[in-house]
């Protein structure tokens, strides 16, 4: 597959949502030393339960390159888990955050994962531009907690967004077996250097589309979207 990377700047210190499941779905790192020496980065893994664990270091040497699977050496996260990895670099250094995925034909699938310095935030709401659900589609949102404060907020769908006036619009979760909730606001709790994941049900027999925005609860609160 292809995956297409927007320009960043150099950065010193990063935090990404990693999602790792048996066989099937992995998440890769990858660091790009652009100094004339050597770069040291220590890191270490929050799972869902909020603790951090998997604390370590990498060096990446001078004009070098350095990518992983966060299932191997030396990041070592055990698979079937989930949370976020945090890092710290001795000096600025480009990163990458990719999400893989092996379906059931064999394909290798690859997909962006944000990658988002915790001492760099917004104050404002923000909005993406589009989810899809029912009629085969869903979408999952994922919020990361950039910060060491416990956050809050909503996460409201607005539809249809076209021709006809936008307005909120109502979206299931949940499952048929565990039962399913239908709103077009749902709110959010987050833990320090933790995540939200919110995935719609594709439940419906109607295709329902529009666009997402994530309101903090308070002006100082943000999250990165994935």
Same mark, same amino acid.
């Given at each position: ?16 949502? +990693? ?9 890769? $790192?990858?660091? @790009?030393?652009?100094? &004339? =020496? ?33 299932? %191997?050496?030396?990041?070592?996260? $055990?698979? %079937? ?6 890092? %710290? ?6 990163? =990458? ?18 990658v988002?310095d915790?001492? &760099?935030?917004?104050? &404002?709401? +923000?909005?993406?531009? @589009? ?37 909120p ?5 949940? &499952? ?5 909730t ?12 933790g ?7 594709? =439940?419906? %027999? ?6 997402v925005?994530?309101?903090? =609860? ?9």
């Open positions: 597959s292809e995956v297409g990377l927007p320009l960043q700047r150099y950065i010193e210190h990063g935090r990404m949502f +990693v999602e790792l499941s048996g066989q099937s779905i992995n998440t890769v $790192l990858t660091i @790009m030393n652009p100094n &004339d =020496a050597d770069v040291t980065v220590n890191f270490y893994f929050t799972g869902a339960n909020g603790e951090s664990t998997n604390f370590g270091t990498a060096t990446v040497p001078a004009n070098g390159h350095f990518s992983r699977f966060l299932t %191997d050496t030396p990041y070592e996260i $055990l698979t %079937d888990t989930s949370g976020t990895l945090t890092f %710290d670099a001795s000096a600025p250094v480009a990163v =990458a955050g990719f999400r893989t995925y092996a379906n059931q034909a064999g394909n290798f699938i690859l997909s962006r994962t944000p988002v915790p001492y &760099d935030w917004t104050v &404002d709401p +923000v909005t993406i531009p @589009m989810f899809a659900d029912s009629q085969g589609w869903n979408t999952q949102i994922v919020l990361v907690n950039t910060t060491e404060e416990t956050m809050s907020g909503e996460v409201r769908f607005y539809g249809p967004g076209n021709s006809n006036e936008t307005g619009i109502d979206v299931s979760t949940g &499952d048929l077996i565990n039962g399913l239908t709103q077009s606001v749902y709110a959010y709790e987050i833990a320090p250097r995540y939200f994941r919110l995935v719609t049900a594709s =439940a419906g %027999d109607t295709l329902v589309n529009g666009f925005k994530i309101v903090p =609860a308070r002006s100082e609160e943000h999250t990165s979207e994935l």
